[in-house]
Protein backbone atom coordinates (compact mmCIF):
# COMPACT_ATOMS: atom_id res chain seq x y z
CA UNK A 1 0.00 0.00 0.00
CA UNK A 2 1.11 3.11 -1.02
CA UNK A 3 2.10 6.31 1.41
CA UNK A 4 -0.50 8.59 1.56
CA UNK A 5 0.44 11.64 -0.39
CA UNK A 6 0.02 15.07 1.30
CA UNK A 7 -2.80 17.42 0.02
CA UNK A 8 -1.21 20.39 -0.78
CA UNK A 9 -2.55 24.00 -0.02
CA UNK A 10 -1.24 27.51 0.58
CA UNK A 11 -0.64 26.55 4.43
CA UNK A 12 0.09 22.86 4.95
CA UNK A 13 -0.07 23.77 8.95
CA UNK A 14 -3.85 25.07 9.09
CA UNK A 15 -6.41 22.22 9.41
CA UNK A 16 -10.18 22.76 7.71
CA UNK A 17 -12.26 22.17 10.35
CA UNK A 18 -14.76 21.18 7.54
CA UNK A 19 -12.66 18.19 7.27
CA UNK A 20 -12.35 17.39 10.49
CA UNK A 21 -16.26 17.72 11.29
CA UNK A 22 -17.01 15.92 7.65
CA UNK A 23 -14.38 12.76 9.01
CA UNK A 24 -16.00 12.53 12.44
CA UNK A 25 -19.51 12.84 11.34
CA UNK A 26 -18.88 10.27 9.09
CA UNK A 27 -17.39 8.21 11.92
CA UNK A 28 -20.66 8.31 14.05
CA UNK A 29 -22.84 7.42 11.42
CA UNK A 30 -24.81 4.36 12.20
CA UNK A 31 -25.88 3.87 8.70
CA UNK A 32 -22.80 3.33 7.29
CA UNK A 33 -20.86 -0.41 8.04
CA UNK A 34 -18.78 -0.10 10.72
CA UNK A 35 -15.20 -0.37 8.15
CA UNK A 36 -16.70 2.60 6.73
CA UNK A 37 -16.87 4.99 10.13
CA UNK A 38 -13.15 3.02 10.85
CA UNK A 39 -11.48 3.94 8.07
CA UNK A 40 -12.89 7.86 8.14
CA UNK A 41 -11.03 7.70 11.18
CA UNK A 42 -7.55 6.37 9.96
CA UNK A 43 -8.53 9.32 7.11
CA UNK A 44 -8.95 11.67 9.82
CA UNK A 45 -5.67 10.98 11.79
CA UNK A 46 -3.61 10.39 8.57
CA UNK A 47 -4.75 13.94 7.70
CA UNK A 48 -3.84 15.73 11.03
CA UNK A 49 -0.69 13.65 10.83
CA UNK A 50 0.31 14.67 7.02
CA UNK A 51 -0.08 18.31 7.56
CA UNK A 52 3.18 18.13 10.18
CA UNK A 53 6.28 18.70 8.23
CA UNK A 54 8.10 16.22 7.60
CA UNK A 55 5.92 12.92 8.40
CA UNK A 56 4.17 10.46 6.35
CA UNK A 57 1.64 7.78 6.82
CA UNK A 58 0.61 4.48 5.65
CA UNK A 59 -2.71 3.36 6.42
CA UNK A 60 -3.96 -0.77 6.76
CA UNK A 61 -0.93 -2.23 7.00
CA UNK A 62 -1.41 -5.87 6.97
CA UNK A 63 1.81 -8.54 7.46
CA UNK A 64 2.12 -11.23 4.41
CA UNK A 65 0.17 -14.02 6.61
CA UNK A 66 -2.65 -11.64 7.27
CA UNK A 67 -2.28 -12.15 10.65
CA UNK A 68 -1.71 -8.37 12.04
CA UNK A 69 -3.12 -5.49 10.78
CA UNK A 70 -1.58 -1.83 11.52
CA UNK A 71 -4.33 0.55 11.28
CA UNK A 72 -1.62 3.68 10.86
CA UNK A 73 2.15 3.32 10.50
CA UNK A 74 3.98 6.90 11.22
CA UNK A 75 7.15 7.85 9.45
CA UNK A 76 9.02 11.39 11.64
CA UNK A 77 11.74 12.80 10.24
CA UNK A 78 11.47 15.23 12.99
CA UNK A 79 12.08 18.27 10.99
CA UNK A 80 8.13 20.21 13.24
CA UNK A 81 9.69 21.36 16.65
CA UNK A 82 7.73 19.46 18.36
CA UNK A 83 7.95 16.21 16.70
CA UNK A 84 11.85 15.99 17.79
CA UNK A 85 10.29 14.31 20.79
CA UNK A 86 8.55 11.03 19.03
CA UNK A 87 10.45 8.37 17.51
CA UNK A 88 11.31 8.42 14.07
CA UNK A 89 8.28 5.47 13.45
CA UNK A 90 5.44 4.91 15.32
CA UNK A 91 2.33 3.45 15.19
CA UNK A 92 -1.31 4.32 15.80
CA UNK A 93 -4.93 2.09 16.32
CA UNK A 94 -7.65 3.67 15.53
CA UNK A 95 -10.97 2.87 17.94
CA UNK A 96 -14.10 4.55 16.83
CA UNK A 97 -16.06 3.10 19.30
CA UNK A 98 -19.18 4.17 21.35
CA UNK A 99 -17.85 2.75 24.72
CA UNK A 100 -14.17 3.15 26.01
CA UNK A 101 -11.54 0.97 24.18
CA UNK A 102 -11.05 -2.20 26.70
CA UNK A 103 -8.12 -3.37 28.30
CA UNK A 104 -8.06 -6.81 25.97
CA UNK A 105 -8.20 -4.19 22.43
CA UNK A 106 -5.57 -1.91 24.57
CA UNK A 107 -3.43 -5.48 25.40
CA UNK A 108 -3.72 -6.91 21.44
CA UNK A 109 -2.31 -3.18 19.89
CA UNK A 110 0.86 -3.48 22.61
CA UNK A 111 1.76 -7.28 21.39
CA UNK A 112 1.66 -5.34 17.98
CA UNK A 113 3.92 -2.69 19.20
CA UNK A 114 6.54 -5.60 20.54
CA UNK A 115 6.07 -7.54 17.64
CA UNK A 116 7.14 -4.72 15.40
CA UNK A 117 9.67 -3.66 17.80
CA UNK A 118 8.67 -0.05 17.62
CA UNK A 119 8.76 1.95 20.90
CA UNK A 120 5.70 4.37 20.87
CA UNK A 121 2.24 3.54 20.29
CA UNK A 122 -0.94 6.23 19.72
CA UNK A 123 -4.26 5.04 20.46
CA UNK A 124 -6.68 7.17 19.22
CA UNK A 125 -9.98 6.04 20.53
CA UNK A 126 -13.30 8.08 20.38
CA UNK A 127 -14.47 7.62 23.93
CA UNK A 128 -10.78 7.01 25.72
CA UNK A 129 -9.74 3.85 27.23
CA UNK A 130 -11.55 1.92 30.33
CA UNK A 131 -10.32 2.67 33.52
CA UNK A 132 -9.22 4.39 36.22
CA UNK A 133 -5.76 6.54 34.87
CA UNK A 134 -5.02 7.50 38.67
CA UNK A 135 -5.53 4.14 40.10
CA UNK A 136 -4.03 2.53 36.85
CA UNK A 137 -6.98 -0.01 36.16
CA UNK A 138 -7.87 -1.47 33.05
CA UNK A 139 -6.33 -0.47 30.07
CA UNK A 140 -4.62 1.92 32.08
CA UNK A 141 -2.80 -1.06 33.62
CA UNK A 142 -1.82 -2.31 30.04
CA UNK A 143 -0.10 0.81 29.07
CA UNK A 144 1.58 0.78 32.47
CA UNK A 145 3.00 -2.38 31.88
CA UNK A 146 3.79 -1.84 28.12
CA UNK A 147 5.99 1.80 29.94
CA UNK A 148 7.51 -0.40 32.89
CA UNK A 149 8.39 -2.67 29.88
CA UNK A 150 10.00 0.18 27.30
CA UNK A 151 7.11 0.78 25.02
CA UNK A 152 5.29 4.04 25.38
CA UNK A 153 1.34 4.09 24.47
CA UNK A 154 -0.32 7.60 24.69
CA UNK A 155 -4.19 7.75 24.30
CA UNK A 156 -5.66 10.41 22.01
CA UNK A 157 -9.87 11.09 21.60
CA UNK A 158 -11.98 13.19 19.75
CA UNK A 159 -12.62 15.33 21.95
CA UNK A 160 -8.77 16.58 21.72
CA UNK A 161 -8.64 16.05 17.94
CA UNK A 162 -12.01 18.30 17.67
CA UNK A 163 -10.39 21.09 19.30
CA UNK A 164 -7.45 21.65 17.11
CA UNK A 165 -6.93 24.12 14.43
CA UNK A 166 -3.08 23.12 13.41
CA UNK A 167 -0.69 20.83 12.90
CA UNK A 168 1.46 22.88 15.74
CA UNK A 169 -1.24 22.03 18.00
CA UNK A 170 -1.51 18.66 17.55
CA UNK A 171 2.44 17.59 17.60
CA UNK A 172 2.52 19.76 21.02
CA UNK A 173 -0.60 17.69 21.89
CA UNK A 174 1.19 14.32 21.35
CA UNK A 175 4.54 16.18 22.77
CA UNK A 176 2.84 16.53 26.39
CA UNK A 177 1.36 13.30 26.22
CA UNK A 178 4.36 11.93 26.11
CA UNK A 179 6.16 14.01 29.02
CA UNK A 180 2.62 13.05 30.95
CA UNK A 181 3.52 9.15 30.26
CA UNK A 182 7.36 9.61 31.27
CA UNK A 183 7.28 12.61 34.23
CA UNK A 184 3.84 11.28 35.50
CA UNK A 185 2.91 8.06 34.74
CA UNK A 186 -0.38 9.28 32.99
CA UNK A 187 -1.62 8.64 29.28
Known amino acids: MPWRKRRRGRDMSVYSKEEI ?17 GNALEDLVCYLLEKIPGVLTRANGIDPFRGSEIDVSVANAQTAIWMKVLPPLFLVECKNWDAPVD ?24 NGVTGNPSDLTAAYMKINMAQQA ?28 ILECVAAGRF
Open 103 to 126: AKAVGAFIVKLREKAVDLGVIVAA
Open 21 to 37: SRLIDIGKDKSLATKVR
Open 150 to 177: GQRVIVVTLEDISVLENAEQFSKLLCER
